[in-house]
């Protein structure tokens, strides 16, 4: 008898769930709240190995989710998670993410390197980094203000080839120095 009414109640529970969500499909702002834990409740990251989504382009983050999905781009959590979502769903999200504030952080940075960093940026990542890292190009992540510990990250992976570096970038980035390189990250890391 009491299993009998436990399968009614679990029956009619994933009823009721399952006419909720077809009742309303859940918004963007909905959807994003999943991310918040690590990209920050207005897309400003919660810490220094994940980046702010805030003010980068819906393009940018479009491309970047399918990379994680198919598994082109490499990643410690974002392959998994990606693949939970459907292209609609990013794309409400990228959205969302686009047109917040790009988010400022306060971090330690080295004033000889962002010297440095400033000196090279124009003619080697302008291009597609545009308005210092401000903005990117096309489907080119913004990197203005985003933790340098992160872009270390993905430019060791990127240098490792763990990560596919675009054919246009690789021509720029090859011929420089580590330290060069080092450099730019703190140019970008400083820009508010
Ligand atoms: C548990 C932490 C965590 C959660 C939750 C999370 N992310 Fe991420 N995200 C990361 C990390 C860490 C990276 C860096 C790549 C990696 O290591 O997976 C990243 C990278 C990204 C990037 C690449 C940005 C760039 O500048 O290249 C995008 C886009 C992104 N996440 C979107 C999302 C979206 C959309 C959600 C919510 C549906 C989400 N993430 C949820 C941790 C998280
Ligand atoms: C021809 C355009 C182009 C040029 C030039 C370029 N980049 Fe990029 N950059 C991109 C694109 C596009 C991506 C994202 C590609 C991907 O999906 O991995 C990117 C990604 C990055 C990332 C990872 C950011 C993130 O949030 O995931 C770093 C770091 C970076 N570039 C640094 C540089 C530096 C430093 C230079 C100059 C030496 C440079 N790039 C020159 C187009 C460019």
Known sequence: MIMKWRGWALATGVLAVSAMAQ?????AAMLSNACAGCHGTNGGSAGPTMPSLAGQSKEAIEVAMKKFKSGERPGTIM???AKGYSEAEVTAMAELFSKQKLHITTQTLDKA????GASLQESNCGRCHIEDGKEGKDDTPAMASQWLPYMQMQMADYLSGKRKMPEKMKEKVDPMSKEDIEAL???????K
């Open 23 to 27: 009742a309303a499909p859940p918004t």
């Open 79 to 81: 392959g998994r998670l």
């Open 185 to 191: 990250l703190h140019f970008y890391a400083s820009v």
């Open 113 to 116: 390197k962002i010297a440095k």
